[in-house]
């Protein structure tokens, strides 16, 4: 016969539950506000207040999934992806700040811009979504979805500076970003400056 839990059980049961609870969300509070210092206090002077980067020499990181952050985060400081500066800003990153830095920012609202260049952007988008059979190039939203927002292991490129976005097709494009999926370098290697540009604009703008 089986026996059924006793009152006092289930209530040291429910007890323990919310203490757990509890401890879980004190951590993540805690890990919350750690990000946030470290991001007022070294990442915003490139990278904006709020994640809203407004030079395309650095990326927008509000609403970018916090895996993919994290990711980034220590691919710089493993050297398995190369920058100067960013080597020396993860350099005295934990782990835990690199993942709490990721939630932080993708909690972070993002803003939408009209395109700079409208007819560039009409090219980019017919590009993103369908590709050039011509030269091989596949359809963007095949892997970053129809809205550009990616996913935990992809990048969400809606929204993204297009300046940052063309350079980062560039460095694919020759081979020297390494340490994403290799399916990048054998479409960014088919792609013309003009593409690249031109799938930068749409994204802009979404």
Known sequence: MVRSPSFGGLRRWAVAAVALA????????????????????????????????TSEIFPRLAGQHSEYITKQLRA???????????AEMVAKLTDDEMVALGRYY????????????????LVGKYLYH???????????????????Y??????RLAGQLPGYLFTQLKQFNKRQRTNDNVVMHTV???????????????????
């Open 188 to 206: 960014a290697e088919k792609m013309t400056e003009l593409e690249m540009a031109a799938v930068a604009e749409y994204l802009g703008s979404k």
């Open 22 to 53: 509890a401890a879980h969300m004190a951590h993540a509070q805690a890990d919350e506000a750690r990000a946030r210092k470290i991001a007022n206090g070294v990442c915003f002077m490139c990278h904006g207040e709020n994640g809203e980067s």
């Open 130 to 148: 369908n590709g050039n059979k011509f030269s091989g190039v596949p359809a963007c939203a095949s892997c970053h979805g129809a809205d550009g």
């Open 150 to 155: 990616g996913a935990a292991n992809l990048p």
């Open 76 to 86: 710089f400081k493993s050297g398995e992806r190369k920058s100067t500066a960013m």
């Open 106 to 121: 993708e909690k972070m609202p993002t803003t939408r811009e009209e395109a700079k260049d409208p007819q560039l952007a």
